[in-house]
């Protein structure tokens, strides 16, 4: 045998060593199926499919709508997890604001909802004829002092107008006012 093979078969061995190795250290460092998901969580009081909430102001008008595809309560810390949540809330004037976020989770005793994953807040046409798209990620929203804000990446479409950078304060409801906080970027394109 000459060393030319003799390093190959000892190359040969190594990388299988190492691949048996790593394929040894995976199976003992996967979390099982049983300890990831929901029951990690703590305990379930209750929960729901297709749930749908409205609440009404005082004058007997919708004020918000909750639709999400699941909700959880967990006893433990007394909070509800929502999966595909949407939220619409409803001013005095205009289209309503509606938000979309791939989770939530609203704790019992606060009066804000962390919105997790993907994060869409959309208000259709208005009296000026102008459409309002927010894409982010990561969001806290307060329905009842119509607030948001987020420390991700923000881009904010009301064409011809986008708006984008990192970090934002969103004040909803008839007069809309967004802040954003860092590395903002403005591009206005000019109808030809």
Do not use: C
């Amino acid at each position: 045998m000459s060393i030319f093979a003799l390093r190959s078969l000892v190359t040969y061995l190594a990388l299988a060593t190492l691949a048996l190795s790593t394929w040894w250290l995976a199976g003992i460092l996967t979390p099982s199926e049983e300890s990831s998901g929901t029951g990690a969580h703590g305990t379930i009081d209750y929960y729901s499919k297709n749930l749908s909430r409205t609440l009404m102001d005082e004058n007997g008008k919708p004020k918000q709508l909750l639709f999400t595809v699941s909700l959880t309560h967990y006893v433990d810390g007394d909070r509800s997890e929502l999966t595909e949540p949407v939220l619409t809330l409803y001013g005095e004037d205009g289209p309503p604001w509606v938000i979309h976020s791939d989770h939530a989770v609203m704790p019992g005793n606060s009066d804000t909802i962390f919105l997790n994953g993907n994060v869409l807040i959309v208000r259709e046409r208005d009296e000026n004829g102008r459409t309002l798209k927010i894409v982010t990620q990561n969001a806290r929203v307060q329905p009842d002092n119509n607030y948001a804000e987020t420390d991700e990446f923000i881009q904010v479409l009301s064409p011809p107008d986008e708006l984008t950078g990192k970090g934002a304060r969103v004040h909803f409801g008839d007069g809309l006012k967004v802040t954003i906080l860092s590395n903002v970027r403005r591009k206005h394109e000019i109808p030809q």
